[in-house]
C-alpha cells in the first residue's frame, strides 16, 4: 500500500506564501511523475504542478506559473510545492499525487495518477 502524507497547508493573507511537502515512499527518482493537484468546493480536481524526472518534464497550470515551484530533494522522500504571491483563488485542498508512468507532454489529468494523499487545506484570505 503506498501512502502519501501531505503538510504545510494553512491560513495565509493575499501576498503570502506556503511551502506544501509530500513524504513519498521510496526514493523520489523511482516514480514516473509526482505532482500536485487542488479542488476547490463545487470544482473539478485540477493539476497544479507535475514533475517526471526522466523525461525531464515539468508542468505548471497557467493560473499558477511563475508563483508556485515543484521540487524534489534529492537523496529524500520529500515532494514540495513553494506557492507565492498567494490569491484567494488559490484556496482549495490540494493533494500530492503519483504514479509510475512518466509525463513527458501535455497537461496532467487525475486519471493518469493512481496515488493519492488524503490533502492539505490552503486557505487564502483578501
Known amino acids: 500500500q503506498v501512502k502519501l502524507v501531505e503538510s504545510g497547508g494553512g491560513s495565509v493573507q493575499a501576498g503570502g506564501s506556503l511551502r506544501l511537502s509530500c513524504a513519498v515512499p521510496g526514493y523520489t527518482a523511482t516514480w514516473g511523475s509526482m505532482g500536485w493537484f487542488r479542488q476547490a468546493p463545487g470544482k473539478e480536481r485540477e493539476g497544479v504542478a507535475v514533475?517526471?524526472?526522466?523525461?525531464?518534464?515539468?508542468f505548471y497550470a497557467d493560473s499558477v506559473q511563475g508563483r508556485f515551484t515543484i521540487s524534489r530533494e534529492y537523496g529524500k522522500t520529500i515532494l514540495s510545492l513553494q506557492m507565492n504571491s498567494l490569491k484567494p483563488e488559490d484556496t482549495a485542498m490540494y493533494y500530492c499525487?503519483?504514479?509510475?508512468?512518466?509525463?513527458?507532454?501535455?497537461?496532467?489529468?487525475?486519471?493518469?495518477?493512481?496515488?493519492w494523499g488524503q490533502g492539505t487545506q490552503v486557505t487564502v484570505s483578501s
Open positions: 499525487a503519483t504514479d509510475w508512468r512518466a509525463m513527458s507532454r501535455g497537461s496532467p489529468v487525475t486519471a493518469d495518477f493512481r496515488y
Open positions: 514533475i517526471s524526472p526522466s523525461t525531464g518534464f515539468t
